[in-house]
């Protein structure tokens, strides 16, 4: 476009104007418009720029690109996400890790079809067995409160406390059995809120929402290891709640290696 041989009558729409038409570019920030008023996304000043939809927001209010149309940065309005990289990643993407081998989970010590609780992070150095009376009920999801009686040792190193509000992207888990015979097996990710304040409730956990499930996993044995992908149901946990693993075995032919990762990122 160019304005050469054009008088200003048509061509004043095309023209961009600062919201100060006196000033021009101050130490304020204004709002850049068309010359017939319309106004843009954009506020300017000496000093600043922002960019603030208009009318309405979308998943690309900012997007910068390479030569090929790749998009490198994008901000979305939309889902309040900030993206970048080839991939479109969230810029504070994290991973937990919930894990137990099949020497420490012990599962012939537990009950067939009860929901137990997977140590987070490598913490887990007690069997699974030995929380056996902190089971987690035997319905389809976990059961929603815990009261803690002489097994706050055990229990605290399956708990991921939240220090920040995040939303859950992801849950992948393997397990794999150390017997010829395997299990139907399930698991699921919970969260919980947590009673902090020192006192014999300490620890007590309620209100829990599965965050994640998996469907049943037919396990065979040990010819083979398990993947599976959860189903995200809750994805977004608020500061303050404790987030667990569980996993549950429909019989006890075997002890299990489990591996779950958690992709989240902050919000």
Not at 50 to 59: F, G, L, Q, Y
Not at 86 to 110: L, R
Not at 204 to 220: R, Y
Not at 223 to 231: C, G, P, V
Request: charged fraction near 15%.
């Amino acid at each position: 476009m160019s304005l050469i041989g054009k008088t200003i009558a048509s061509t004043v729409n095309g023209i961009v104007i600062t919201e100060d038409t006196t000033n021009g570019i101050g130490t304020s920030l204004g709002q850049i418009k068309s010359g017939n008023g319309n106004s843009s996304s954009l506020h300017l000043s000496d000093d600043n720029l922002k960019v603030t939809p208009e009318n309405d927001d979308t998943t690309t209010v900012i997007s910068d690109t390479d030569k090929d149309s790749n998009a490198l940065l994008t901000v979305d309005s939309s889902n309040d996400l900030v993206k970048a990289g080839i991939g479109q990643h969230n810029v504070n993407t994290q991973y937990a890790h919930f894990g137990i081998s099949n020497a420490d989970s012990a599962w012939a010590g537990c009950l067939a079809d009860t929901h137990y609780a997977v140590p987070f992070g490598g913490m887990g150095r007690s069997r699974i067995n030995t929380i056996a009376n902190l089971g987690f009920g035997t319905g389809t999801d976990p059961a929603t409160t815990l009261t803690i009686s002489d097994s706050a040792h055990d229990i605290v190193q399956c708990y991921w406390y939240i220090n920040d509000d995040i939303t859950v992207d992801a849950v992948k888990w393997w397990n794999s059995a150390d017997a010829s015979a395997g299990d139907v097996v399930r698991g699921h990710l919970m969260s919980y809120a947590a009673v902090t304040l020192a006192g014999a409730t300490s620890g007590d956990l309620s209100s829990g929402t599965v965050v994640a499930s998996s469907s049943d996993v037919t396990n065979a044995g040990y010819e083979q290891s398990y993947y599976n992908s959860m189903t995200i149901n809750s994805a977004d946990v608020d500061a303050g709640k404790v987030i667990l693993f569980m996993f549950r075995a429909d019989s006890v032919n075997s002890d299990y290696t489990i591996n779950a990762t958690v992709k989240y990122h902050l919000r």
